[in-house]
């Protein structure tokens, strides 16, 4: 398995034990954050564990931004 691979399955994993029990805006906190940390690519990685579809990342940075201020 790749790097690549052993990344996305953590992340399935990890978007698999959590997201059924957080709400929308939790969704989106946690899915924006864990792209952001990812850098480069990020987006792509977390939107194919997570079943996102990546355009919905632009919401998920503005809920990001907003509760930073």
Do not use: C, N, W, Y
């Not at 790097?3 to 957080?22: S, T, Y």
């Not at 940390?37 to 940075?61: K, M, T, Y």
Request: glycine content about 8%; overall charge neutral; cysteine-free.
């Amino acid at each position: 398995m790749s790097e690549l691979e052993e990344q996305r399955a953590v992340l399935a994993a990890k978007f698999e034990a959590i997201l059924p029990h957080l709400d929308e805006r939790q969704r989106r906190l946690l899915v924006g954050a864990e792209a952001q940390s990812l850098g480069h690519g990020g987006i792509r990685a977390v939107a194919r564990a997570a079943g996102v579809p990546e355009p919905s990342f632009r919401d998920a940075f503005a809920t990001l931004a907003a509760a930073r201020t």
